[in-house]
Nanobody
Framework: VQLQASGGGLVQAGDSLRLSCAAS????????VGWFRQAPGKEREFVGV??????YYDDSVKGRFTISRDNAKNTVSLQMNSLKPEDTAVYLC??????????????????WGQGTQVTVSS
């Protein structure tokens, strides 16, 4: 499966952005798609995922970010509100078949897109 993240940009603190992850080339509905982010010099970190009917978020984004999934359009979206400078990173979507214990780790996902840059100025 191929993934493409889009929707990033340069915004000010407090603004909103909506990212989209479009999938092709596979049976989209059979994959879990999670959002991760990676800042320069840092490891890839979990943002959120829609897994088996529930959403899971990192504590740093809980209450501000919302994930939605549209199997008919083969997309997973990430609505980001009240953005903070510390949210600045490349945002990537990963697809795979993780189990509950691995949904928060990059190793739970075998397919990755190129990511989209989100920059939040103070």
């Amino acid at each position: 499966v191929q993934l493409q993240a889009s929707g990033g940009g340069l915004v000010q603190a407090g603004d909103s952005l909506r990212l989209s992850c479009a999938a092709s080339g596979g049976t989209f509905s059979s994959y879990t798609v999670g959002w991760f982010r990676q800042a320069p010099g840092k490891e890839r970190e979990f943002v959120g995922v829609f897994f088996r009917g529930r959403t899971y978020y990192d504590d740093s984004v809980k209450g501000r970010f919302t994930i939605s999934r549209d199997n008919a359009k083969n997309t997973v979206s990430l609505q980001m509100n009240s953005l903070k400078p510390e949210d600045t990173a490349v945002y990537l979507c990963g697809a795979g078949r993780p189990i509950l214990s691995t949904i928060r780790t990059p190793t739970g996902y075998g397919y990755w897109g190129q990511g989209t840059q989100v920059t939040v100025s103070s």
